[in-house]
């Protein structure tokens, strides 16, 4: 046993603090007691000279360390997978990894004796959790792999000191969902600064499955689009998994749920898709490959508005045993009012930033290229734009009437006939369009919000420059545009959004030509730029400018969406559309088993506000229709809850009401989420040696092939583990609670004793 001190502070300092200490109470406390009897000034300083003492004693820090020796024998670890991919008899000689596991610990059941008389050698089972055994048995039915779960249940639970090393064999692939899905490496690192042992990794199994037979699977299927809108085209990615496949020709395809006579809660048969023009529901694929996964996107239209149901599946080919993982589900939202837009134009910067509206779920912009200038005449407008409900929206660029007469036949009659309708109908800005472009003449003249003469009207080859502002322009509202739909950049500041975008370079210089037309925006110098107005049943306007592409090249990006897609819906008259005041939403849409499914939901008023203090009641109704509750919790102004209980694969429905005073708020909000048809284990159980690499290198252990154990135990036998392990303890005489109690007792009597006396 010894007496060791490790101060405060470095010793110079602490000598001159506990000087300067000691030389304050012996030269200023006498001073302060000249009045009292010498027994109480006796009394008094030695109180106050203790009190300096013990702080000084608890500055040094001082401790009394001592050895003890353990004689218990030092414990070496071996955890087993006993996982069902273990299963998987891809080992040398047809063996499954298991039996291959089992194999080589019998071969080494001498080494294990003589290493017994050194160190305790302890086996645990593993697969979802940890379970000590006596012997491991040819077992495999653990249902997931969860080696992150296993690592700290392992840590957490053997905290004795004699832990001198882990041996993990197993085929290294982690294979769980929901809370058990811990991250291997994060879990090793936490077991290597915690317990400071090693773990050495052993891998069965390959990572090549080509050997397992013809398995063809979708993996990753993905919707640009969860929620869109009808008449919509949607892009389904995913990838296709093909094992033993080489030669063959596969066919992908896409199946849709059939509604017809279902409701909510009710889910519906999958169908085929239809192909038609516009989309490609599905695709033959070939490969001489004989393990590859490929990437692949479909699309189909969305016809009818709803909630459905869309999976991708690889059709089943004969010889193929597992057919679980064929397909893969999700949900679509469908919503009413899908816009379909036609843009015709010439190729200029505006086209091809007006074609991002396609990102967007609400619209579809298809764009009808025409060549520029004398070019114009050689380009052949298609007929099939004009047809009565085909589009919703056209927006025509910098086009000269005469484009749209082919063969002798003027279609700009039917696009008209469309306008009164009710579709929309936007001009932009240009050089050879509105009264320059001829539309004077047509029978546009009465729907567009400009005034236009046929003697502005020039050829193609002809430029008009008193048409034109030269000079840049920065658009802003007007005092009606403030108020306006089209004009409202950001709920708050408007205006200041309108002022931080780009000044655009010039634009067409057009006149409302009734005071019935509403000018929305306008130059800083006051020059009109958009016009807009309601004709027959539709709605139109004309935008003077023709290169807000400018604001998302200045980094305005969601400036220019957010203007292009309330320009669009506001012509469609699509600005207002409501919801239920009652929503619940999932993203995203379908979740492997186990997984922690994320509700979110709440309530809000006509305006779309959302209402306060409500109370929510949630529940799920599982695949086999018996109900869970779930137990909600406010975020915000809405409230969250998380559905754990997705082992079963199947379609989940989630359910929330909602009451205020006592009073219900309507219909309950009704969703729906996928849990995949899918077996984590089994689904693709190929070994993953390169993270059992990256476990042994975190902790300092060795990656050891199955037919170098022997040599690894060897080593052991040979270099020694010792016996007994000799322990350092240490006591500390600073830091106590007895201490604590000695000072506040010197300083108290020293204050009750000069409070009586008068000094205080």
């Not at 899905?181 to 090693?198: C, H, K, S, T």
Request: no cysteine; aromatic share 8%; charged share 25%.
């Amino acid at each position: 046993m010894s007496l060791t001190f490790e101060p405060v502070w470095n010793w110079p300092l602490v000598i001159v603090t506990t000087v300067g200490m000691l030389a304050i109470v012996i030269g200023t406390y006498p001073a302060q007691l000249k009045r009292l009897s010498p027994i109480w000034r006796n009394v008094l300083f030695i109180l106050r000279l203790l009190s300096a003492f013990v702080l000084i004693f608890a500055m040094l820090r001082p401790a009394l360390q001592y050895s003890e020796t353990d004689e218990q024998l030092s414990q070496l670890v071996i955890l087993v997978d006993r996982s069902r991919s273990m299963g998987t008899p891809d080992a040398v000689g047809g063996l499954t990894r298991r039996e291959a596991l089992l194999k080589i610990l019998k071969e080494n059941e001498e080494l294990f004796k003589t290493l017994t008389e050194e160190v305790e050698i302890r086996f645990v089972d593993f697969a979802m959790g940890i379970t000590p055994i006596p012997t491991p048995e040819n077992e495999t039915d653990g249902a997931f792999t969860a080696i992150g779960k296993t690592l700290d249940e392992l840590r957490e639970q053997e905290r004795s000191d004699r832990l001198i090393g882990v041996v993990l064999m197993s085929d290294g692939a982690q294979r769980s969902g929901g809370e058990d899905d811990i991250d291997p490496l994060l879990a090793a690192r936490r077991f290597a600064e915690q317990r400071g042992v090693p773990i050495h990794t052993m891998t069965f199994g390959t990572s090549e499955l080509s050997t397992s037979g013809l398995d063809l699977a979708i993996e990753d299927l993905t919707l640009d689009q969860p929620v869109t809108f009808e008449r919509k085209l949607v892009p389904v990615r995913m990838q296709v998994r093909l094992l033993g496949a080489a030669g063959r020709q596969v066919r992908v395809r896409l199946l849709i749920e059939d509604r017809t006579g279902k409701t909510l809660g009710e889910s519906g048969e999958l169908k085929e898709m239809l192909l038609t023009s516009e989309s490609r529901p599905f695709k033959d694929i070939q490969t001489d490959e004989n393990s590859v996964t490929l990437p692949l996107e479909l699309s189909f239209i969305a016809e009818k508005a709803g909630e459905y149901k869309i999976a991708a599946e690889v059709v089943p080919q004969d010889g193929e045993i597992k057919l679980q993982n064929n397909r893969l589900e999700t949900l679509i939202t469908v919503r009413k009012g899908g816009l379909k837009v036609a843009y015709i134009d010439v190729p200029r910067p505006e086209q091809k930033f007006l074609r991002r509206l396609n990102e967007t779920a609400k619209i579809q912009l298809d764009t009808q290229v025409v060549l520029p200038g004398k070019l114009g005449g050689q380009t052949r407008i298609d007929p099939n734009l004009f047809e009565a409900g085909k589009y919703d929206v056209y927006l025509i660029g910098d086009v000269p009437a005469e484009v749209f007469k082919v063969d002798g036949r003027d279609m700009l009659p039917q696009l008209a006939a469309r306008v009164r309708e009710g579709a929309g109908l936007g001009m932009l800005g240009g050089l050879h369009n509105f009264g320059a472009g001829g539309y004077a003449a047509t029978p546009l003249v009465n729907l567009l919000p400009v005034k236009m003469t046929v003697a502005e009207q020039i050829s193609a080859d002809q430029e008009a420059p008193e048409n034109h502002f030269a000079t840049q322009l920065r658009m802003v509202p007007t005092p009606a545009g403030e108020q306006h739909y089209l004009m409202r950049l950001a709920a708050n500041n408007n205006q200041d959004a309108w002022l931080s975008l780009p000044e655009l370079g010039g634009a067409s210089r057009l006149e409302a030509k009734s005071g019935a037309v509403e000018v929305l925006a306008e130059s800083a110098s006051g020059e009109p730029l958009l016009f807009a107005t309601d004709t027959g049943g539709g709605r139109a306007l004309a935008l003077a400018v023709d290169e807000t592409w400018k604001w998302h090249l200045h980094g305005y990006e969601a400036e220019h969406q957010r203007f292009w897609q309330q320009l669009v819906l506001w012509l469609a008259r699509k600005e207002y559309e409501s919801d239920q005041p009652i929503w619940v939403r999932v993203e995203p849409r379908n979740f492997s088993p186990m997984s922690k499914v994320p509700l979110e939901f709440g309530a809000q008023d006509a305006d779309g506000k959302p209402i306060e203090n409500v109370v929510f009641d949630v529940e799920v109704i599982k695949p086999d229709n018996e109900s869970e509750t779930v137990t909600p919790r406010k975020f915000a102004d809405h409230g969250l809850a998380d559905f754990t209980k997705t082992l079963q694969p199947g379609d989940y429905w989630a359910r929330v009401s909602a009451s205020k005073d006592g009073q219900g708020l309507g219909v309950s909000g009704l969703t729906r989420f996928i849990v995949d048809a899918r077996d984590i284990e089994m689904d693709n159980p190929a070994a993953d040696p390169g993270l059992m690499e990256e476990l042994a290198a975190m902790t300092g252990g060795m990656s050891i092939q199955p037919e170098e154990f022997k040599v690894f135990l060897e080593r052991l036998i040979e270099e020694g583990i010792p016996k007994e392990l000799k322990r350092f303890r240490r006591l500390n005489l600073w830091d106590n609670w007895p201490l604590l109690l000695i000072f506040v007792g010197l300083l108290s009597v020293e204050w009750t004793i000069r409070k009586l006396r008068g000094l205080v």
